[in-house]
């Protein structure tokens, strides 16, 4: 489906595998996502106000 959806060029390079992390998956994206945020430009300089 997501490459019926997709431009060719968006999906030239990709590859769709099943992940490995199994059902913490979930929980380790939210932490990536979450430290990403955190530790930004962005993120610090709230912290640093706050």
Do not use: C, N, W
């Amino acid at each position: 489906m997501v490459y019926q959806r997709a431009l060719p060029l968006a999906t030239r390079k990709l590859t769709i595998t099943t992940t490995q992390l199994g059902a913490a998956s979930a929980l380790h994206g939210a932490v990536a996502l979450a430290t990403g945020d955190v530790f930004s430009e962005r993120g610090i300089a709230r912290l640093l106000v706050d």
